[in-house]
């Protein structure tokens, strides 16, 4: 039992950690951010020196950038600082839905556990009819 809970949480955290990561990369893109592919073995292994599932500032002949890499394709996501912006703009405003979506959630929860007080659907509800006793003699 012990196995199987480690097992889907294993799973669950996995499938989140992908998510999470296309759910960045989409927002990167609508930030403004393009997406390069090192051409040399040295910008290879500047690529996978980059903290991975991070956006990494760097700074190259005075100018200012911001670097998501996604070494399993083999790509970064590159922007300035008015990309950057942008995107934590977008992170802010997607944080944001996401807490309404859950506290909607839970409000219907509450909402549900109301029917409780009906004591259920009991007998009779289903695809025969509409309860014990309605519309019968």
């Not at 992908?18 to 997406?35: P, Y």
């Not at 944001?96 to 007080?117: C, K, T, V």
Request: charged content about 20%; glycine content about 12%; proline content about 5%.
């Amino acid at each position: 039992m012990i196995s199987c809970t480690v097992l889907l949480a294993l799973t669950v955290g996995c499938a989140t950690s992908q998510t999470s990561t296309q759910n960045k990369e989409s927002m990167l893109v609508a930030a403004g951010f393009k997406t390069i592919t090192p051409k040399t073995a040295a910008q290879q292994q500047k690529l996978q020196k980059l903290p991975p599932g991070k956006v990494a500032m760097i700074n190259k002949k005075g100018k200012t950038y911001y670097i998501f890499p996604d070494p399993a394709h083999n790509q970064a996501y590159v922007g300035g600082p008015k990309e950057y912006q942008e995107y934590r703009q977008l992170r802010t405003e997607n944080k944001l839905a996401n807490e309404n979506l859950e506290i909607a959630e839970m409000n219907q929860d509450e909402a549900m556990e109301d029917w409780g007080a009906w004591g259920g659907w009991g007998a009779g509800w289903g695809p025969m009819g509409m309860g014990m006793g309605v519309g019968r003699f």
